[in-house]
């Protein structure tokens, strides 16, 4: 974990996110074949809430180009430095984050509650066909 924000320790961080950005990319390549809903979450360490910043704008247009939602506002910081770099991320047309706040720090960073819409998938059918069979005895 850093915590010094030394010139060395800023330099780390944006070789960090060079990094970062390719590698998530290439992870999205990898879910959007699958089906069912799909549910990022974490502390992604990029300050969505600096709509200036250029790791921002290519995080944003990653996200944007995958047809996906990130859910926590920008307004309301995640973390004790003032930023939003908790997030939660979900496919565009899944409707599965119903609502996200943030609330109180519980660390350096604050809590992110969110609540889902799932639903438990329906039972599949079956047909099970068998014939009866006749058994004599001697």
Same mark, same amino acid.
Not at 28 to 34: C, N, R, S, T, V
Not at 82 to 110: A, K, P
């Given at each position: 974990?850093? !915590? &010094?924000?030394?010139? @060395?320790? =800023?330099?780390?961080? +944006? ?7 390719? $590698?998530? +990319?290439?992870?999205? $390549?990898?879910? =959007? ?7 990022? =979450? @974490? &502390? ?13 704008? %290519? ?5 944007? +180009? ?11 910081? !995640? ?6 770099? &908790? ?5 565009? @047309? &899944?409707?599965?984050?119903? %609502?996200?706040?943030? %609330? ?9 509650? =969110? ?8 039972? %599949?059918?079956?047909?099970? +066909? ?9």
């Amino acid at each position: 974990r850093l !915590t &010094d924000n030394s010139a @060395g320790v =800023a330099a780390s961080l +944006t070789i960090a996110v060079a990094l970062f950005l390719p $590698e998530f +990319t290439g992870y999205l $390549e990898q879910l =959007a074949p699958l089906k069912g809903k799909l549910l990022i =979450a @974490g &502390d992604i360490n990029i300050k969505w809430n600096l709509l200036h910043d250029p790791e921002q704008k %290519s995080f944003a247009d990653i996200l944007d +180009t995958n047809n996906l939602i990130q859910h926590v506002l920008a307004l309301i910081p !995640t973390h004790d430095k003032g930023n939003t770099i &908790d997030m939660i991320i979900s496919r565009e @047309g &899944d409707d599965l984050v119903q %609502s996200c706040q943030v %609330s109180s720090q519980i660390s350096d960073h604050n809590a992110v509650h =969110a609540i889902f819409c799932c639903c438990k998938p329906p039972p %599949s059918k079956r047909q099970v +066909t068998c014939r009866k069979t006749l058994i004599r005895k001697n």
